[in-house]
């Protein structure tokens, strides 16, 4: 069965809610109207859909989405875990089932209040699950001062700067800039707004940490046959891949032998051994932002680059349009909106249509990734 | 602040760092170290285990000066407390998170931030049963 997933289905259709800080709006009913707008895209009737996939940490769940829109009988769901880790594997799921025959019409989704609902770190109660026995109570409390530990051995051990997350930032907010539908449209970032900024857990300061927004996106999933007949043109699923490597410890991954090498090692081994084309192949790159840092790590992780050097690759405008690995075209978590990296999903098929509003010329294979520093997952698209 | 919320696989070493011991579970079988603790042996799957002894010995591995919003008393602290990765003398694959401390008993916030460096030598002390970290003269 290798390679039975490779081109199998296709992503038909995207929908997505308006991005701000506050909507109004309870994240049922985003879920509902970013759903019903990926179908509209598609031009799939709600009738049709029969398989569901999202994230745990979805607080609306697949009964109420489908019974909502009027959904069909419903022959596969799936939920996957690890907060923005699961975001690509949503997808993987869909695929694997319509591939599989379980299911014909899938539709993943994620809806999200995080910019006027709680943190989820400023409630005591929750604060200490067993696994942060070992962090919380020291005061490392927070995604920023996880990730901000990486980060400063990343630096010291490979010479990394201040400036190279600048360029990840940059690179962000320069899309988002093009990106009407961003939260930060029409608001430039400067080196100086960046090296003047407040810290949040140094050595990250304020545009190392990604956007606080309320949201939702969906996309759906359909067997390649099914979506030549679609309204849009097909972004097939090239390959797809979770990553859980050994040893690892969610979040931190201090207990690894090699802390620096996260899942994305893990997730990319199985995707370039199931894909038709390598690294050097890929057009353009939709990888997870919830902190700059993750950027350099997973350039290195998923092979455009040897190990240490993810910091030299942001230099020369790498990561802008017409540089070597265009990121996170529609802007990112960083700065077109934070709903759990959704957003770099369906910012990848607006790339392989050719409709992004930072277009890549003639793209056709994109990279997605999912969360780093957690049990992960990625796809390669192609059109 | 937030107490260690223990597990059974964590008991024994909340239990021992309580009598000011820094002990680390190794297996009974093969002799190998893990942490943070779980039921049975990763390379040799054995369920038998046992405790050792650590030196106390460790380096700054990395480090991070976490900044507001935290919870409150933790904020009361910032910018002032540092949380730091040390990594074991006897065991350099064994990480701790703790705070690097001016001396036994001192405060999170008693070292300057800008005074930590990747790599400094430390020794374990314990605050009740938290294992803190002085900086040792190298
Ligand atoms: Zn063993």
Same mark, same amino acid.
């Given at each position: 069965?290798?390679?039975?997933?490779?081109?199998?289905?296709?992503?038909?259709?995207?929908?997505?809610?308006?991005? *701000?800080?506050?909507?109004?709006?309870?994240?049922?009913? $985003? !879920? /509902? %109207?970013?759903?019903?707008?990926?179908?509209?895209? &598609?031009?799939?009737?709600?009738?049709?859909?029969?398989?569901?996939?999202?994230?745990?940490?979805?607080?609306?769940?697949?009964?109420?989405?489908?019974?909502?829109?009027?959904?069909?009988?419903?022959?596969?769901?799936?939920?996957?875990?690890?907060?923005?880790?699961?975001?690509?594997?949503?997808?993987?799921?869909?695929?694997?089932?319509?591939?599989?025959?379980?299911?014909?019409?899938?539709?993943?989704?994620?809806?999200?209040?995080?910019?006027?609902?709680?943190?989820?770190?400023?409630?005591?109660?929750?604060?200490?699950?067993?696994?942060?026995?070992?962090?919380?109570?020291?005061?490392?409390?927070?995604?920023?001062?996880?990730?901000?530990?990486?980060?400063?051995?990343?630096?010291?051990?490979?010479? *990394?700067?201040?400036?190279?997350?600048?360029?990840?930032? $940059? !690179? /962000? %907010?320069?899309?988002?800039?093009?990106?009407?539908? &961003?939260?930060?449209?029409?608001?430039?970032?400067?080196?100086?707004?960046?090296?003047?900024?407040?810290?949040?857990?140094?050595?990250?300061?304020?545009?190392?940490?990604?956007?606080?927004?309320?949201?939702?996106?969906?996309?759906?999933?359909?067997?390649?046959?099914?979506?030549?007949?679609?309204?849009?043109?097909?972004?097939?699923?090239?390959?797809?891949?979770?990553?859980?490597?050994?040893?690892?410890?969610?979040?931190?991954?201090?207990?690894?032998?090699?802390?620096?090498?996260?899942?994305?090692?893990?997730?990319?081994?199985?995707?370039?051994?199931?894909?038709?084309?390598?690294?050097?192949?890929?057009?353009?790159?939709?990888?997870?932002?919830?902190?700059?840092?993750?950027?350099?790590?997973?350039?290195?992780?998923?092979?455009?680059?040897?190990?240490?050097?993810? !910091?030299?690759?942001?230099?020369?405008?790498?990561?802008?349009?017409?540089?070597?690995?265009?990121?996170?075209?529609?802007?990112?978590?960083?700065?077109?909106?934070?709903?759990?990296?959704?957003?770099?999903?369906?910012?990848?098929?607006?790339?392989?249509?050719?409709?992004?509003?930072?277009?890549?010329?003639?793209?056709?294979?994109?990279?997605?990734?999912?969360?780093?520093?957690?049990?992960?997952?990625?796809?390669?698209?192609?059109? | 602040?937030?107490?260690?919320?223990?597990?059974?696989?964590?008991?024994?070493?909340?239990?021992?760092?309580?009598?000011?011991?820094?002990?680390?579970?190794?297996?009974?079988?093969?002799?190998?170290?893990?942490?943070?603790?779980?039921?049975?042996?990763?390379?040799?799957?054995?369920?038998?285990?046992?405790?050792?002894?650590?030196?106390?010995?460790?380096?700054?591995?990395?480090?991070?000066?976490?900044?507001?919003?935290?919870?409150?008393?933790?904020?009361?602290?910032?910018?002032?407390?540092?949380?730091?990765?040390?990594?074991?003398?006897?065991?350099?694959?064994?990480?701790?998170?703790?705070?690097?401390?001016?001396?036994?008993?001192?405060?999170?916030?008693?070292?300057?931030?800008?005074?930590?460096?990747?790599?400094?030598?430390?020794?374990?002390?314990?605050?009740?049963?938290?294992?803190?970290?002085?900086?040792?003269?190298?």
């Amino acid at each position: 069965m290798t390679g039975a997933l490779k081109d199998a289905t296709a992503i038909v259709g995207i929908g997505e809610t308006r991005f *701000a800080r506050q909507l109004a709006e309870p994240e049922k009913t $985003l !879920a /509902c %109207r970013a759903v019903l707008a990926a179908l509209d895209d &598609a031009g799939i009737s709600p009738a049709e859909v029969d398989a569901f996939a999202s994230y745990t940490m979805e607080e609306t769940d697949e009964v109420e989405v489908a019974k909502a829109i009027g959904a069909g009988d419903v022959t596969f769901f799936s939920k996957v875990g690890y907060g923005g880790g699961g975001s690509c594997a949503t997808v993987a799921h869909l695929a694997a089932a319509v591939a599989t025959g379980q299911a014909t019409v899938g539709v993943a989704w994620r809806s999200r209040k995080r910019g006027s609902g709680p943190r989820p770190w400023t409630n005591t109660a929750v604060q200490l699950p067993t696994p942060a026995q070992w962090t919380r109570p020291h005061g490392l409390l927070r995604p920023a001062d996880e990730i901000g530990m990486l980060a400063r051995r990343y630096m010291h051990e490979y010479g *990394a700067t201040r400036d190279h997350l600048f360029n990840v930032a $940059l !690179a /962000c %907010r320069n899309r988002a800039n093009q990106n009407p539908a &961003a939260i930060m449209y029409e608001r430039p970032l400067t080196r100086e707004m960046y090296m003047t900024s407040r810290w949040i857990s140094e050595p990250l300061c304020l545009f190392d940490n990604c956007l606080e927004t309320d949201g939702a996106l969906a996309c759906v999933v359909v067997g390649a046959e099914r979506a030549r007949d679609c309204r849009r043109p097909p972004v097939y699923v090239h390959s797809a891949a979770q990553g859980l490597p050994a040893q690892h410890h969610g979040m931190v991954n201090y207990w690894n032998d090699d802390p620096l090498t996260g899942p994305a090692w893990t997730a990319a081994r199985h995707l370039w051994k199931r894909a038709d084309f390598g690294p050097d192949d890929v057009d353009v790159a939709q990888i997870y932002d919830a902190f700059t840092a993750l950027v350099p790590l997973s350039l290195e992780g998923y092979g455009f680059c040897g190990r240490g050097e993810g !910091a030299a690759f942001t230099e020369g405008g790498a990561l802008e349009i017409g540089g070597r690995l265009p990121l996170n075209t529609g802007g990112g978590g960083l700065s077109e909106a934070y709903v759990h990296g959704f957003n770099l999903i369906t910012e990848g098929v607006k790339q392989l249509r050719g409709t992004s509003t930072a277009q890549v010329p003639g793209a056709a294979t994109c990279l997605v990734t999912a969360g780093e520093g957690v049990p992960t997952s990625a796809l390669l698209l192609r059109s | 602040m937030l107490e260690p919320v223990t597990d059974e696989d964590g008991a024994p070493f909340w239990a021992y760092a309580a009598r000011g011991e820094l002990r680390v579970q190794g297996c009974a079988r093969c002799g190998e170290l893990r942490f943070p603790p779980r039921p049975c042996c990763p390379h040799c799957q054995s369920f038998d285990d046992e405790w050792r002894l650590m030196s106390g010995r460790g380096r700054v591995w990395s480090y991070v000066v976490p900044h507001p919003p935290l919870l409150p008393a933790y904020a009361a602290l910032a910018p002032r407390y540092n949380v730091a990765v040390v990594e074991l003398a006897d065991a350099p694959r064994i990480r701790l998170v703790g705070n690097v401390v001016a001396a036994p008993g001192a405060p999170i916030d008693s070292v300057d931030p800008a005074r930590l460096r990747i790599g400094a030598p430390v020794r374990v002390s314990f605050d009740g049963a938290l294992p803190r970290w002085v900086p040792e003269r190298s």
